[in-house]
């Protein structure tokens, strides 16, 4: 089992600028893919960016130029920097990770961008 546990969520002002972070545990397998996805008010949980083991990384498109996914392998930590937010970007975060056949989630945190 893995264990995911996201932070750094919040309040924040359009165009403003908040750094997600999430930790897994457990029993990990070094061959991953870690990323984020975000559900928001009404929607389906969509893709918001992604980064494999080896660094390839994918985005969706309606974050490009504004997000960056990193992560640090050896802590096991995958982050979300996220830039020039929007008020459409207000949603629960999802730390997610995908290893071999299996899809880990953590409980999600919030980040609501309003004036």
């Known amino acids: 089992q893995v264990q995911l546990v996201e932070s750094g969520g919040g309040l924040v002002q359009p165009g403003g600028s908040l750094r997600l972070s999430c930790t897994a545990s457990g029993s990990i397998f070094s061959t991953n893919v870690m990323g984020w996805y975000r559900r928001a008010p009404g929607k389906q949980r969509e893709l918001v960016a992604s980064m494999s083991s080896s660094g390839t990384t994918n985005y969706a498109d309606f974050v490009k130029g504004r997000f960056s996914v990193s992560r640090d392998n050896a802590k096991n930590m995958v982050y979300l920097q996220m830039n020039s937010l929007k008020p459409e970007d207000t949603a629960v975060y999802y730390c997610?990770?995908?290893?071999?056949?299996?899809?880990?989630w953590g409980k999600g945190t919030p980040v609501t961008v309003s004036s």
């Open positions: 997610n990770m995908r290893s071999l056949a299996y899809w880990y």
